[in-house]
């Protein structure tokens, strides 16, 4: 349809088409690799699907090694070594607990963070989420301390759920109680994120522009400490956001600095958001693999579609919303149509485990060195339940996880031991976390 | 259950309520004592007691007069039952009608006495950070530079169903990046600084997408509307001169007259030509011909469409000729060839350089002062200039230009808190007390509140003279917001979210129930609902004219989709409705369209949409673990209305479905997106409801005018949002007396639109602030560090 004939073009902008498939050259990697050999990190991320999951077509109705896969597993089949597939974690503060209605506000709320979050549309208020402490500590590695992203824009008017802020339903991780962090929807903003904006500087020019921009944050800050001196405590409150991400600029910048390298990702910068959601999904997690190999950051959170949504998926022939089918009342062909969105979504995630796979680190793979849960914040769509909630990670977290297995735990069990497990792995040693009980036993064998 | 229980003890026990109701006489004078107390004994007790506790509501404490001031929340819920007629519930005996009307009255009455006891409060709005639309907007008017912040920033939470609510708009790491390279960029391009890389081209053909050949760049899209029009989206990386060769295959005969081409970019005619048609007399094997024009285009992805215009020639030529190109002329491929610096200075750049920098440090300092005064929208001191003109003078000695340190210095302000955030001091003599904002706060108030943007000069300048708090110059300043173009923020911003109008962006109808859906219609749909917004604001029309008009804004194409002849070409105009099948907001598709499911409609949606908002009386959430009803099966096994009358049949649901859906089946002669229908699958459209207050009507005309009968509540829900959008912040107890005396003056002069936005001005909690107590005890909250 288009010809597109350069009669010059940016020295990036190479290759043909907009989404051309990442060619995984060794050369790319980039110091960190090059520097000596060295033990890959651990990466964790989080993927978080909306309005639970078919469960008939989830559990196995057997534990221990991992044999048949259920319907929605089933895409996941060759990767059935690498996964833990995780029954009976519940998230207790998603639950009405004398709140009353909003199950999809509050559970997507509280996933990350384990509290119940207030039931506000103006003063929002929750915690910080275990990404975003494992983000403090082990952030201070790389250039972006974590990095969210998403495929689902907010939603833009009207109300979330019954009475929940859409801060709640629009964002995973939560910075401060007060801060939620949102996701990267459009593929060329998370381009530009980790790329920068396509044009590679001359060692000399960055440093300049590093320079420039530093004695501007500068200026800003001390403005900003003037200002603050004079405001109430709210107020105060907004100018001390706007000051914590101006050090996280900063320590961004330093870091950059002292990689002393720019990646050249070998690829177009994206043109906008696909149509397409397959294309869409692999377009954000061949971005987020360049970031795990170039260890750009170690930390994701990845809000698939938000808790309610309409979302219709006519890529699958289904022109009904999501949200709507889950309560499906017990209607057979409804029924069937949410399995089939379950397993469409299990699909694209099977294809990004493959990607991360074919990455070789030392002896391991980048799956290897990765945990990546992947599950939703409650259990049936159609009753709003919060007890077993679908839960499996991929990946061994090094060589950590005893993968190709399903376990079941003590039935009330809360996901938060599980984040605490998680959080132990990255190297935090939290006493508490949420409403957890402790650690969680028996996902290493060896 | 419970309410099938209670329904059997109601006779017994409502008697013996009643009974000792009338054997203990009330006590004093008082009014509430004397007719509301005894009412709820009467008429609730038998089930909201302290043994039932029916919806976990026990009234008998509500006998007291205190509770007014202590349960104001609950007492607000019973009134809403009450006058909803959803209390009593069916089935129970019901109150007379002048019974309901004294209770209402007098509990209305007690909550205002109570309201009017308490000391005046205007409120507290947290510093606000400019929302997205708030930031593209100031940086056209600050800079002249357009710049899309809702294509490059993350999403605005939003709250109250508005984006520009202080407490949820937090900044990001993400967030602060974006501002700081969002500031560079704009900065530079204001300085017309950008370098502009060599020219590139990209062609877009109708025919090589009709013939399958292999996408090329994939920078944009091409589509053909109809025989004589053609659309292409393009990105454009940069601002600048873009040349776009429109290709036109074809010829007609020999005496065929030339015809009219029109070029629109994002909407805007931009070029209107006659086009030679007959055969260019040049051998061709493939007759054709290439219209050449220059046009100026800002950065970022525009549409850019091509139409031949009041073609007559097509009247006469057979649809298989459409595209013989022996026989016809029809546009079919666009090259877009640039960027080219543009001739001249750009305008903006002009304006920053009211003198020659090099000309020395006045100059420099005055160039400063001036672009920091109008970024950060308040006089600035010489110590604030002083610090900004540093980064000139550091420019300078790193070897740069004056006029690149002017640069770097902008965009220092363009990343500063003062430019970002919209900030009010507190009195500092004490910041405890509540104290008028400062004329310079009002007038960024008033201009934010009706442009979305930063105020003009005319207005800053009052404000700087002291003159904004004189009430003419205040009503007069009022009157020009309203009436210079930027008020159209009203219609995008607030009607666009108050009407969930931005939704339509994002809707997906089945294309396989609704052939005529596409982007086209979509556009018209919401251009419709903006247009008519935007008249009635305008036009100072009363608030009735959102429930029924007859007249609307009316393209072609929606025209043609409402079944209306006469409307021809692709511009709005208003037209006259002859019948009663459309007019006001719920006869209008764009929200007929978002207030449905992608493949039906919804009789709860709708229902909900407008008690939600257009009556501004939302229904409860279901109760917890309860899901939400769902419509299935409609049109195949049985009719939507016996799908609903079923869940109705329980009692928990029918409390707030008898009246939603009653709404809603109302609205069921459009389908989902809005088309006029009068059978939905099989079975024909039956669009008769009864409202819980006994009132029946049938099709929209008449639900229409059940719905004129709540003109004041549908006022006191404009108000309110109204109060919302323009504070920034959500309501609070304290303004319930604003809204309401607001909302009465209305009603004295039948409710005209623009007196809602005097009033609002005029109003204590937008000419005042509450102080915050600072004390030692009140530490700030940590955010997360790193």
Known sequence: MITRKSLSRRTLLRGAGAAVALPFLDAMVPALAASGPKKAPVRMAIVYVPNGIMMDGWNPDYEGKLEALPRILKPLEAHKNDILQIGNLTHNTGRALLDGAGDHGRCSGSYLTGVQVKKTLVDIKASVSCDQLVANEVGKHTRLASLEIGLEDARQAGDCDSGYSCAYTNNLAWRSETQPLPPILDPRALFERLFGDGTLLSPEARKAQAAERRSILDFVRGDTQKLKSDLGPTDRRKLDEYLSSIREVERQMEKAASDNQQIDPKMDKPYGVPADFAEHFRLMTDMVTIAFQADLTRVLTFLVTREGTSRAYREIGIPDGHHPLTHHMGKVELMEKVRQINEYHTAQFAAWLTKLKSIQEGDSTLLDNSMIVYGAGLSDGNRHTHEDLPTLIAGRGGKYFTTGRRIVCRRETPMCNLFLTMMDRMGLQMEHFGDATGRLDGLDLS | ??????????????????????????????????????????????????????????????????????????????????????????????????????????????????????????????????????????????????????????????????????????????????????????????????????????????????????????????????????????????????????????????????????????????????????????????????????????????????????????????????????????????????????????????????????????????????????????????????????????????????????????????????????????????????????????????????????????????????????????????????????????????????????????????????????????????????????????????????????????????????????????????????????????????????????????????????????????????????????????????????????????????????????????????????????????????????????????????????????????????VEKMMIYALGRGLGGYDRIVVKDITRRLATSNYPFQSIIYEVVESLPFQSRRGELLSKQDKPVETAQR
């Open chain 2, 1 to 718: 259950m419970l309410m099938n229980r209670c329904f059997l003890f109601l006779t017994a026990t409502g008697l013996i309520a009643a009974a000792s109701a009338q054997t203990s006489p009330p006590s004093g004078a008082n009014p509430f004592t004397q007719h509301v107390a005894p009412m709820l004994t009467k008429r609730c007790s038998g089930c909201h007691n302290g043994q039932l506790a029916s919806g976990g509501l026990n009234i008998l404490p509500f006998r007291d007069p205190k509770s007014i001031r202590e349960e104001r929340e609950a007492w607000e819920k019973i009134v809403r039952q009450v006058r909803g007629g959803e209390m009593p519930p069916n089935g129970a005996p019901r109150p007379a009608q002048t019974e309901r009307e004294t209770f209402l009255k007098q509990v209305e009455e007690a909550f205002e006495r109570d309201d009017r006891s308490r000391k005046a409060d205007p409120g507290r709005v947290t510093a606000r950070r400019l929302n997205r639309s708030e930031y593209s907007n100031t940086i056209r008017d600050l800079l002249g530079v357009e710049f899309r912040a809702d294509r490059t920033f993350p999403t605005d939470d939003s709250g109250e169903g508005f984006d520009n609510i202080a407490d949820v708009l937090t900044i990001s790491p993400l967030l602060m990046e974006k501002y700081l390279t969002a500031a560079e960029r704009i900065a530079t391009r204001a300085m017309g600084l950008e370098k502009l890389p060599k020219p590139m081209e990209s062609s877009y053909s109708i025919r090589s997408l009709l013939s399958g050949s292999p996408q090329g760049g994939g920078r944009g899209t091409i589509r053909r509307i109809n025989v004589g029009t053609i659309e292409v989206t393009h990105r454009f990386e940069f601002d600048g001169e873009y040349q776009f060769r429109i290709g036109l295959p074809g010829e007609r005969g020999a005496q065929a007259k030339p015809v009219k081409m029109n070029i629109w970019l994002d909407g805007q005619l931009v070029e209107s030509r006659m086009v030679e048609t007959k055969p260019s007399g040049l051998v061709y094997f493939d007759p054709f011909s290439e219209e050449q024009v220059k046009l100026t285009v800002g950065e970022g992805d525009r549409v850019l469409r091509i139409a031949f215009v009041e073609d007559e020639f097509l009247t006469a030529l057979p649809e298989k000729d459409y595209f013989n190109r022996r026989k016809n002329k029809f546009p079919d491929t666009v090259m877009v060839v640039g960027p080219f610096a543009g001739t001249g200075e750009r305008a903006s750049r002009k304006s920053i350089l009211r003198c020659d920098p090099k000309t020395g440090p006045a100059c420099v300092e005055k160039i400063v002062s001036t672009l920091a005064r109008r970024a950060y929208r308040r006089p600035v001191t010489a110590a604030e200039t002083a610090s900004l003109v540093r980064f000139v003078n550091e420019a300078r000695r790193k070897g740069h230009s004056a006029e690149y340190g002017i640069r770097t210095a902008l965009v220092a302000m363009l990343v500063s808190p003062h430019f970002l955030f919209r900030i009010e001091r507190d009195d500092p003599r004490d910041p405890t007390k509540v104290h008028r904002i400062s004329d310079i706060e009002l007038a960024s108030r008033l201009s934010y509140f009706l442009w979305r943007s930063m105020p003009d000069e005319e207005l800053l300048g009052l404000a700087e003279a002291g003159k904004l708090r004189d009430k003419t110059v205040l009503r007069a300043q009022v009157k020009r917001l309203i009436d210079d173009p930027r008020s159209s923020a009203l219609a995008d911003d607030f009607a666009g979210q108050w009407l969930e109008l931005r939704n339509l962006d994002t809707v997906k109808p089945d294309p396989d129930r609704f052939l005529y859906w596409g982007p086209d219609l979509r556009a018209a749909m919401k251009t419709e609902t903006q247009l008519f917004f935007d008249h009635i604001l305008r036009n100072n029309r009363t608030l009735a004219e959102f429930l029924d008009a007859r007249y609307t804004f009316l393209n072609e194409k929606l025209a043609w989709f409402y079944g209306i002849d006469g409307v021809k070409g692709p511009e709005f105009r208003k037209v006259d409705l002859a019948t009663d099948q459309r007019g006001g907001l719920l006869g209008q598709a764009s929200i007929l369209t978002i207030s449905s499911y992608p493949s039906r409609t919804s009789v709860v949606i709708r229902g909900k949409y407008i008690l939600q908002n257009i009556l501004g009386t939302p229904p409860a959430p279901p109760p917890p673990d309860v899901p939400s009803l769902e419509e299935e099966a409609v049109g195949t096994s049985a009719s939507l209305r016996q799908q609903m009358e079923k869940h109705r049949a329980n009692p928990v649901c029918a409390s707030c479905h008898a009246k939603m859906d009653a709404l809603g089946f109302g609205l069921e002669n459009y389908d989902a997106i809005g088309k006029w229908r009068s059978k939905d699958g099989k079975f024909p459209v039956d669009a008769s409801g009864t409202l819980p207050d006994g009132r029946n009507f049938t099709g929209p005309s008449q639900l229409k005018s059940a719905l004129l009968a709540e003109l004041p509540d549908f006022a006191q829900n404009m």
